[in-house]
């Protein structure tokens, strides 16, 4: 296992179109997050899996956002009807419950652009 | 609301200098605390994990120092090389999730 695995690297889209981007996580971890990242900020927190449970979903998450984990081990992200505020790093991680022991492992990101 | 501070945002030292970076948060109720390093237009690299009961973690020439009850972080570089140039995140967890700083944009001049 050499780590997480995110896919594509870079995306980029004509406004309105849909996007689908794919994480696959260190196997043993049971929890997976998404976090979105613009230019100069911090890693803004979207939504997590415990397993194939999503637990938690923050309001950043518009109704345009979509995650999913089936069977709990890949998970992907999909935006519907891209907009220009779209345009982010989009990052995936994984961890064991609480960042517990080894803490969170960050993939290299997707990278996306709307134009 | 967890909130993480950074200080400074940017900085600018010779090689071979001494470094601090700072981080602070808002809420002490947390169960551990990650520093990262973040290349341009790359992805996270885990630097330390500091559990909230552990004092300090160290990995080469990197020293990272917890304080919970003040909510309060350091990231101590010794001996700063080029290599180093980068952005550093604080980055804690608490509640369900990892919440972060904006981060310290490091640059290394030769």
């Known amino acids: 296992d050499t780590g997480v695995s995110q896919n594509p690297r870079h995306k980029i889209t004509k406004r309105g179109q849909n996007v689908t981007f794919r994480c696959d996580p260190i196997?043993?971890?049971?929890?997976l997050y998404w976090y979105r990242q613009t230019l100069g900020q911090g890693p803004e927190f979207l939504t997590y899996?415990?397993?194939?449970?999503?637990?938690?979903k923050s309001r950043l998450l518009s109704d345009r956002f979509s995650a999913e984990r089936p069977k709990g081990s890949f998970s992907t992200l999909e935006i519907q009807r891209t907009e220009q505020g779209d345009s982010a790093m989009y990052l995936c991680?994984?961890?064991?419950?609480?960042?517990?022991?080894?803490?969170?492992?960050f993939g290299s990101g997707t990278r996306l652009t709307v134009v | 609301k967890q909130e993480v501070t950074q200080i400074p945002a940017a900085l600018s030292v010779p090689e071979g200098e001494n470094l601090v970076l700072n981080c602070s948060f808002t809420d002490s109720a947390i169960y551990n605390l990650q520093w990262f390093r973040q290349d341009p237009g790359k992805g996270l690299t885990s630097l330390l994990l500091i559990q909230s009961s552990q004092r300090e973690q160290t990995s080469g020439r990197l020293n990272a120092s917890l304080d919970k009850s003040s909510g309060r972080s350091t990231l101590y570089i010794a001996a700063s090389q080029p290599g180093d140039s980068a952005t550093y995140l604080c980055?804690?967890?608490?509640?369900?999730?990892?919440?972060f700083g904006e981060g310290t944009q490091l640059t290394v001049n030769p």
């Open positions: 991680a994984s961890s064991l419950i609480l960042g517990a022991l080894e803490g969170y492992t």
């Open positions: 899996f415990q397993n194939e449970a999503q637990l938690e």
């Open positions: 196997s043993e971890h049971n929890r």
């Open positions: 980055a804690v967890t608490s509640g369900s999730r990892l919440t």
